[in-house]
């Protein structure tokens, strides 16, 4: 601290007799940086070597990181046990998305965002040859595998006989002519250790060595800018004075280290670990491969600090990402699978009692050989490495979701039918690619572009304005082969492809279509510049037309290309990273449990459908897509189904069967109806009838024991607010003034409180015998119904009594009887079993599952509960056919009833 | 139900019975509602701590616009007619250290003989030192008169200066050696009087070392009317200094390493806030070793630049004006906002230059050095505002001097270093050699005020990282603790 200090002040007492205008500005910049990065405290000194084990002091050669770092690491074993390294080569030919992939990796899968296409061998017109590759694709590649060997597994610098020529030419960018690659000139880019090992990396100049084709000194650029090495003009000089005398590398040039995240953010994405300096997004054309992709960004730093122009950033109090926050690194995850810190066995080889297995390599081994097989997870858009998904610590890994999800209900149910992610990611603040249209050529010559995520900036120099947005959910096959619900991007791309099989037409070939010298050919011209002036904008660049489609083909077959046609393709990448914390998952239950369910709604993905072409989804991705695509007014749109034959979610609050509510509601309404016009029938026969009215004569009778009436009120509540919160879950948006959360906690109260209501009213029931007045007598039973359906249609508007005199034994009418019979020993046992499996689907799914799983089980629920509610109308209604309305009512009050004395009574 | 034979005598029993009965019904159906609500209804577990209950419920204050007529001529006479009702108030305010600038002496660790400290005697790296320049110091004197080397000698209780504290009327202000500045309504003043504002501390407090945000870091005249972003507790919560800075008999809590060589009577977070108040115990166990203040205030000086630098040696030159960069009678300065604070252990006390202290004029002298090290189970991660200075020394004796810079003779008026080092050394009563120079000090500004919302704590990589805030080897660390082990706490855990 006063170091900095005094350094501080004696700066500023040397300037002070100077002028002193301008003086506070120049000393922000003059004040000492953060500390100086050391060397490495751990690891010991070494000399650099150059491939033939000379020190590169002597030879001035390129460092060899394979005899350097090999003179006490087994680098061939490394480099040899690293899909980092081989990217696709050990793979090469085996499938990957698109039909002309020849690897799942990097070396040779087609990558629509690059477009740029490595050719396979036999190819009449060739892309790129394995010496362009580097050039283009070596910066989002470590070293080693296809930058050392072919295809065939030989060395690169080995004699090229009968080699194909796509491994010893390259096309001449600047005339199109095939010409030989000189290896033993450009030499090879061995597996890099810089790169990930080395605090502060020189990326830049890593990535201009490869791009100049100087392949040797690609390694030896990484360490430009530590003061070991320096480029002067355009030649690498070793500076002696960062060794010691006896060759080795001094110990404070030593700044050796586990990755960080920002290593391996130079070629994954965008990863911001500093948060001394404000993190700035500008823009979405990046070459951040996996923020370009999905829009994540690996930062600790809390969204409101940093200098990126946020939508609604003074409420953002989160960072970027939770892990990045509290000091979790990549390789803390994806780490070295043999690393005996986190190395763990696959769960079936492990045996039930052994909770550890202590017998694993001890770090003298592990450093001599670490396993650069990193533990990964099974991303849609990669395919590489298959043998390695799921070797990751993932979330429940280290994260116990049965804790703090106490206030989720139904957290089992969640937990299998969604990812951690798909809550835990609810936005993504960083811009992501939408769509990617090769079809046509911007005048940069490069493709039209969508971004999701962002919207041109307002305010001059306020640069782009980060909106953020939601991640589409998709179904995702884990590791356990289950079906959850995770995050991702959708990239659709529209593109030209030519010949049988098909290939994606060159960029060389397509930009000779489009351009006639600097500037677009004027026939291209003529077809697309709709306003005249001269030059194609953003939305001009659309083949929307037959017309305009034939030009460019036409175009493209003149550059010697068979049948060339518009293809597309909608590619999906997860999204595993930018995770928050619960305070800012997803917590609100009508994201998804409401009619505008976001598990439905239509994400866009493109806003032009070049040449109203249909694209399809990737196939070989670990997704069950199962929504469709739909093209509308000229735009594309995914729709997704959550409620597919494979996935098949039923979500409350957003799902319903059209005709259970239908007919439940005929039901309803019929009852209503048939009630209403009844009464109004009664109400003018009993006018009528008046005069008879005086004529019946009543007696009280207590009627409802104390339990009797008790059960029933309570039962009457607890039924009336369980069709009402039902209602609620079942139409959450119409009530929105509910929690939808509070409303299922109150329901399932309810529920048990009718269930054991129910279940003490049975047994009272049985137990005393009052069963009996339920079950109607099989004798005489259909005369007697009948004789009481009559006098319902008849009778009663001509003031006749009662067919059957109630009385404490029989207190039921035959047709009470059977209804009662059905509603109380059939409906509701079938509601409250249909209620129990669906509460009880998170913990027996699999017997919710054999009765057909929720999908089944809610709209019977549904239709019960319509049945329910009509049945009360009708009850209710029944109750005021005594000898007043509310005669029957009361008497359920007072369990006196007066009741008709009928002249002959009724034997029970 | 009970069939009996006839049908009467078994209603009569029923009704009979009737009360009870519906009693244990009515608390059947209770206990069937009940126990599945209580099942399914967990109580939200109780809050760890409750810091309202360490805040003092302020009493309203009493209306003296009746009271207090006037006219008042003086300030004396105001402070008379407060005493007519408050008869102890002044004499006890004369016991406290707003009135004697000098606390009494106290043992400590770093010195044989006992020290007492206090404006009155010490010199700063600001404006230096009070003697020789009482008028201009004293404008912030809870007391009315204070010129010159013996005002306790005959200092009156109503020479106590009741307003400075107590004034709400918004015109009450202080002029030359504390006395009311000319145009100051006094009956108006007096009317107005009330529990202090964050306006009354405020008026000295915010603008120590001669002007607003100049000395202290985290105190300045933002915080009148602060929003929560800046000060949690006066912002969102409207606190009043004397909220945290609880006072007993006129006597103020708090103390600052500035001026005290002692911790007692001071106030801490913990006062109202658990020790371990987090949710995430991981957090927790930074309690013992980091201070609150280390995490929840990010930066200093949020609002207002303050006084990084002050450099006397190139005073008294026609250089351009700018009272942040340079100004002729003082010298030149250098201003910065929003600052990370330097970090230091710190137990609560410092170890004070004291005048007549020998220094090394080429090095830097500390003039209140924190104590405390990674070793000592008292000592926290602080974070601190560093101030330097250059200032003028003794070049024969080697020690620090008072130089008189008010008033007559004064450097600000003579622009003599050599005459204004004379002046001040007959008042500090130190030996003056003649030749005198410039050199190097630095000061400790613990940050404590300007506590930010919750949300804008540090968090985890602010230090833990490869360009943490915190520099673990200075601080003694192997490293990282959160990789290499924290340091050893187990005398923490037995004190």
């Known amino acids: ?908 | 139900m009970n069939n009996p034979n006839n049908d009467q005598t078994s209603e009569t029993n029923w009704l009979r019975e009737f009360k009870y009965i519906w009693v244990i019904g009515l608390v059947a159906t209770a206990l069937i509602v009940i126990v599945p609500v209580v099942l399914a209804v967990r109580p939200e577990p109780a809050p760890a701590d409750d810091p309202w209950a360490g805040v003092p419920k302020a009493k309203p204050a009493t209306d003296h616009s009746a009271l207090l007529k006037g006219p008042f001529e003086t300030g004396s006479d105001v402070t008379l007619a407060c005493l007519n009702c408050h008869a102890d108030a002044a004499f006890e305010v004369m016991q406290t250290n707003h009135w004697t600038w000098q606390a009494p002496p106290v043992e400590v660790e770093w010195r044989a003989e006992p020290v007492s400290t206090g404006k009155a005697n010490v010199l700063n790296n600001f404006c230096i030192g009070i003697q020789s320049n009482w008028t201009g110091c004293t404008r912030c004197h809870a007391g009315y008169g204070w010129d010159g080397p013996d005002f306790f000698a005959t200092a009156t209780a109503e020479q106590v200066d009741c307003l400075v504290c107590h004034d709400q009327s918004g015109q009450y202000v202080k002029a030359s050696a504390g006395m009311p500045a000319e145009g100051v309504d006094l009956v108006l003043a007096a009317q107005s009087v009330g529990r202090p504002t964050r306006i009354n501390c405020g008026s000295c407090h915010f603008n120590g070392g001669g002007g607003d945000a100049v000395k202290h870091g985290d105190l300045d005249e933002t915080l009148y009317f602060p929003d929560e972003q800046l000060d949690v507790h006066m912002g969102r919560y409207d606190f009043q200094c004397v909220d945290c800075h609880r006072t007993d008999d006129h006597n103020i809590a708090g103390r600052s390493i500035s001026v005290s060589v002692d911790n007692a009577n001071q106030i801490a977070c913990t006062d109202c806030h658990s020790a371990t108040p987090h949710a995430d115990t991981r957090v927790n166990a930074h309690t013992d070793t980091v201070a609150c203040q280390t995490c929840h205030i990010p930066a200093a000086a949020r609002r207002e630049p303050t006084k990084m630098v002050w450099d006397w040696s190139t005073a008294g030159q026609d250089w351009p004006e700018d009272e942040h960069k340079y100004l002729k009678i003082k010298g030149s300065f250098i201003y910065e906002g929003n600052i990370v604070p330097s970090y230091d252990w710190y137990a609560g006390t410092a170890k004070r230059y004291l005048l007549g202290d020998p220094i090394d004029p080429s090095g830097v002298t500390k003039i209140n050095d924190p104590i405390g090290d990674i070793t000592d189970p008292q000592a926290k991660i602080w974070p601190f505002k560093i101030h330097t200075a250059r200032q003028i020394y003794d070049a024969v004796n080697n020690y620090l001097l008072v130089p008189k810079t008010v008033g007559e003779g004064g450097y600000w008026t003579m622009f003599d270093w050599d005459l204004a080092a004379q002046l001040g050394s007959e008042q500090t009563g130190l030996d003056y050699s003649g030749e005198y120079g410039f050199t190097e000090t630095v000061m400790y500004w613990p940050i404590t005020h300007m506590v930010a919302p919750a949300e804008q704590a540090l968090r985890c990589t602010d230090c833990h990282s490869a360009n943490g805030r915190l520099d673990w080897g200075a601080l003694g660390y192997p490293g990282d603790p959160m990789q290499w082990g924290g340091r050893d706490t187990t005398a923490v855990a037995s004190k």
């Open chain 1, 1 to 908: 601290m006063l170091r900095t200090i005094s350094h501080r002040l004696h700066l500023w007492l040397g300037l002070a007799g100077a002028v002193l205008v301008g003086l506070a500005a120049l000393l922000p910049s003059a004040l000492p940086a953060a500390a100086q990065t050391g060397g490495s405290p751990l690891h010991p000194t070494f000399p650099l070597l150059d491939a033939d084990g000379a020190n590169v002091l002597d030879s001035g050669q390129p460092v060899s990181t394979m005899t350097t770092c090999g003179a006490c690491h087994d680098t061939e074993f490394i480099a040899a046990h690293s899909f980092h390294a081989d990217v696709g080569l050990a793979s090469y030919g085996a499938p990957g998305f698109q039909p002309w992939d020849t690897s799942p990796g990097l070396f040779g899968r087609w990558d629509p965002l690059a477009y740029r296409y490595l050719s396979p061998e036999g190819d009449e017109r060739l892309d790129l040859t394995t010496a362009a590759w580097l050039q283009v694709f070596g910066r989002y590649h470590v070293g080693g595998g296809p930058a050392v060997r072919d295809r065939s597994g030989a060395s690169l610098t080995d004699p090229a006989d009968g080699r194909p020529l796509v491994e010893t030419h390259i096309v001449d960018p600047d005339t199109g002519e095939l010409v030989p690659w000189d290896w033993d000139k450009s030499g090879v880019v061995e597996m890099n250790c810089f790169l990930c090992h080395l605090q502060a990396p020189n990326n830049e100049a890593r990535v201009a060595a490869l791009e100049a084709g100087e392949f040797a000194w690609a390694n030896t650029a990484t360490l430009a800018g530590t003061g070991i090495v320096e480029q002067v003009g355009g030649v690498w000089r070793w500076n002696r004075a960062a060794f010691t005398e006896t060759g080795e590398l001094a110990q404070d040039y030593v700044t050796l280290q586990d990755p960080g995240a920002e290593n391996c953010g130079q070629c994954h994405g965008l990863a911001h670990t500093d948060n001394q300096t404000p993190l700035v997004l500008d823009g979405c054309e990046t070459d951040a491969w996996t923020t370009a992709t999905t829009g994540q960004v690996f930062s600790p730093q809390v969204m409101l600090n940093s200098g990126t122009n946020l939508a609604g950033k003074a409420s953002l109090n989160r960072s970027f990402d939770i892990h990045a926050e509290r000091a979790v690194e990549c390789v803390n995850c994806h780490y070295a699978l043999n690393n005996p810190v986190y190395y763990r066995k696959a769960e079936d080889s492990e045996l039930e009692h052994l909770v550890f297995d202590p017998r694993r390599i001890d770090l003298g081994e592990y450093l001599y050989r670490p396993l650069h097989e990193f533990a990964k997870g099974s991303s849609a858009q990669s395919a590489l490495a298959p043998e390695f998904d799921d070797t990751l610590r993932r979330c429940e890994s280290c994260h116990d979701a049965a804790v703090g999800h106490g206030w989720l209900p139904y957290r089992e149910r969640h937990v299998e039918a969604l990812g951690c992610e798909t809550c835990h990611i609810p936005t993504l603040y960083g811009a992501a690619r939408q769509a990617t249209d090769w079809t046509v050529l911007t005048p940069q010559g490069t493709a039209r572009t969508e971004c999701r995520g962002i919207a041109p900036g307002g305010e001059p120099g306020a640069g782009d304005l980060f909106t953020g947005f939601s991640p589409v959910l998709l179904p995702r096959k884990d590791a356990d082969g289950a079906l959850t619900l995770a995050p991702h991007n959708l990239i659709t791309t529209w593109f030209w492809v030519y010949g049988d099989p098909a290939r994606p037409v060159p960029l060389r070939d397509l930009q000779a279509a489009w351009f006639d010298g600097a500037g677009y050919h004027p026939d291209v011209l003529a077809a697309f510049d709709a306003d005249g002036d001269g030059t194609l904008a953003d939305d001009e660049l659309v083949l929307d037309s037959e017309a305009k489609v034939a030009l460019i083909a036409a175009r493209l077959e003149a550059q010697g290309l068979d049948t060339p046609r518009i293809e597309g393709e909608v590619r999906p990448y997860t999204i595993s990273h930018n995770v928050t914390s619960g305070e800012w998952a997803i917590r609100d239950c009508t994201t998804c449990h409401s009619n505008e369910s976001r598990l439905v709604s239509r994400v866009l993905l493109a806003e032009h459908t070049p040449g109203g072409v249909m694209p399809g989804f990737v196939s070989g991705s670990n997704l069950a897509i199962s929504g469709e695509l739909i093209a509308e007014d000229g735009a594309l749109y995914y729709a997704p189904r959550h409620n597919s034959d494979e996935l098949k979610l039923y979500v409350f609050g957003h799902d319903s069967v059209l005709w259970v509510d239908a007919l439940g509601a005929v039901m309803f309404l019929g009852v209503v109806a048939g009630v209403t016009a009844h009464s109004g029938l009664r109400y003018i026969a009993a006018r009528r009838w008046k005069a008879r009215h005086g004529e019946v004569a009543y007696r009280r009778e207590y009627m409802y024991s104390v339990y009797e009436r008790q059960w029933h009120w309570l039962q009457t509540v607890v039924i009336l607010l369980l069709l009402f919160t039902g209602l609620v879950i079942h139409k959450p948006h119409i009530f929105g003034m509910f929690s939808f959360r509070g409303v299922v906690l109150v329901h399932n109260v309810l529920a048990a409180i009718l269930v054991i209501n129910a279940a003490l009213a049975a047994f009272y029931h049985l137990a005393s015998g009052e069963i009996r007045q339920y079950l109607p007598e099989p004798h005489g039973f259909f005369g007697q119904a009948f004789a009481q359906a009559l006098y319902y249609l008849r009778g009663i508007f001509r003031g006749e009594p009662h067919p059957f005199e109630k009385s404490p034994r029989r207190k039921m009418n035959p047709l009470q009887q059977v209804t009662y019979l059905v509603i109380l020993n059939i409906l509701l046992p079938l509601q409250m079993i249909t209620g129990v499996l669906i509460w009880g689907a998170q913990t027996w799914p699999n017997v919710a599952a054999k009765l057909g799983g929720l999908s089944v089980l809610a709209p019977f629920h549904t239709l019960i509960a319509w049945s329910f509610a009509a049945f009360i109308v009708m009850h209710v209604y029944l109750t005021t056919t005594e000898r007043t309305p509310l005669t029957g009512i009361k008497s359920m009050v007072t369990g006196w009833s007066e009741i008709e004395v009928h002249g002959s009574p009724e034997e029970a």
